[in-house]
């Protein structure tokens, strides 16, 4: 056996043992003041006599633990984790393991096997500490919005970005889109379910991008996601860090991880097939993750039924009408038609744009009809009767008249 240092509550057994030795107290006494039973109390006396105090060192110390694990099993593991869950955490590798390979072992062993064989690398934590914040008491009263730029499909896909909103409250997932950039678009595809099964939150959570805010200089206004939000009567809130968007934020780091993972077994490699399968996904996480709200009573409002959702999840700008009722949006003359009774002239309308792609032409509540064409077309045309209409003087062609330049008027009509 090697020699190893004795720890304080052996040393103290010796110092009592000693006593015994020169018959100053009994096992008896010495069994009271060890805190040891006295079969025990004679074990350790026995081994005293024979070995001195070195004999009272635990024998279990620096042996191999019985409940170690052999290591052709671990070589058997660590394999399995390079081929099946590389960039995956030791937590969601030993729930795979125990659930494809019946092979069932704590997380902690699962990190420091990877640490072994070099899969893991354990971080300092030099993280700025930011006080925690109490969750919303009820379900509906404040949704953290973001999106995450990250190789979603490991390089068997196009890069893409996944917008998401989760629940303060309960760290539920309500809704996710995946789109190639972070984008109005994708924040509203992303919110509309929301919006239709349980209704309009109380508050949303964003940061400061573009998206949400006008970042150019001093100039004022609304994006068109904080239109629509003030449309829908919802408050919108933005965020100085991301560590103050806790909830979405430790979403987005469990995302990266099991939905990567899922997609790549399931041989998702775009953006069509992932939206379709984020719904189940999101039902699994929920139900593993989310957490039961203190207030079982929700706070999400219902839609307004007279104004319909496409119209406020849209894209809006003012146009304003020519005297001949005609307007120019992104490269195309619409000619409208003005409703009976309204005057449109130099009036300023709404054009707004959908989801669905769909252009309405609104003023005032009134839908307006209308008629399109190319502006090129418009400008061709509008060229074509200006040159027309300078070759005729008084009636009558001049571009009939041949210059004095021209061959007939030379001698002999020759050239």
């Known amino acids: 056996m090697k020699d190893y240092f004795m720890s304080q509550k052996e040393v103290d ?3 009592v043992l000693a006593k015994v ?7 008896k006494q010495a069994a009271e003041a060890m805190l040891l039973s006295y079969p025990q109390t004679k074990r350790c006396w026995a081994r005293y006599k024979k070995e001195g105090s070195k004999g009272l060192i635990s024998r279990k110390r620096g042996a191999k633990s019985n409940r170690a694990v052999a290591q052709e ?39 420091q096997l990877m640490i ?5 690398f354990p971080k300092r934590d030099k993280r700025k500490i930011h006080p925690r914040r109490q969750r919303k008491e009820s379900e509906g009263t404040l949704l953290q919005g973001d999106a995450s730029d990250h190789d979603w499909f490991e390089g068997r896909g196009s890069k893409c970005h996944l917008h998401l909103f989760v629940d303060d409250a309960t760290s539920r997932i309500e809704g996710g889109r995946f789109e190639l950039e972070e984008t109005t678009e994708g924040y509203y595809k992303a919110l509309k379910p929301v919006l239709e099964q349980k209704g309009r939150p109380a508050s949303i959570y964003t940061d400061k991008r573009g998206t949400f805010v006008v970042n150019q200089g ?18 919108m809130i933005t965020a100085h860090s991301p560590q103050a968007k806790g909830r979405i934020e430790r979403a987005f780091r469990t995302l990266q991880e099991r939905l990567v993972w899922e997609m790549r077994i399931n041989q998702i490699c775009d953006m069509e097939k992932a939206n379709h399968f984020l719904p189940s996904f999101f039902e699994e996480y929920n139900n593993k993750y989310a957490e039961e709200a203190s207030n079982p009573c929700d706070v999400y409002r219902p839609l307004n039924k007279n104004t319909p959702l496409k ?32 005057r449109l002239q130099n009036k300023k309308i709404t054009v707004i744009t959908t989801l669905e792609k769909e252009l309405i032409f609104e003023y005032q509540g009134h839908k307006l009809d209308h008629a399109y064409y190319s502006a090129l077309e418009y400008k061709r045309s509008k060229l074509s009767i200006n040159k027309l209409m300078d070759n005729w003087k008084d009636g009558q062609r001049t571009d009939l008249k041949p210059s004095k330049h021209h061959p007939w008027k030379r001698a002999g009509g020759q050239t």
């Open 73 to 111: 099993e671990r070589k058997k593991i660590a394999k399995i984790i390079v081929e099946d869950y590389r960039g995956c955490k030791p937590l969601f590798i030993s729930e795979k393991l125990y659930q494809y390979h019946n092979i069932n072992y704590s997380s902690e062993f699962i990190r």
């Open 218 to 235: 001093k100039k004022r206004g609304k994006t068109q996601f904080a239109r629509a939000m003030k449309e829908l009567d919802i408050n």
């Open 311 to 342: 119209h406020v999840l849209s894209t809006k700008e003012e146009r304003t009408v020519s005297k001949n009722l005609e307007i120019q949006y992104k490269n195309e003359i619409y000619q409208l038609i003005s409703p009976e009774g309204v």
């Open 13 to 15: 057994r010796a110092f």
């Open 21 to 27: 030795q020169e018959n100053q107290i009994t096992l």
């Open 116 to 120: 072994e064989y070099h899969l893991w």
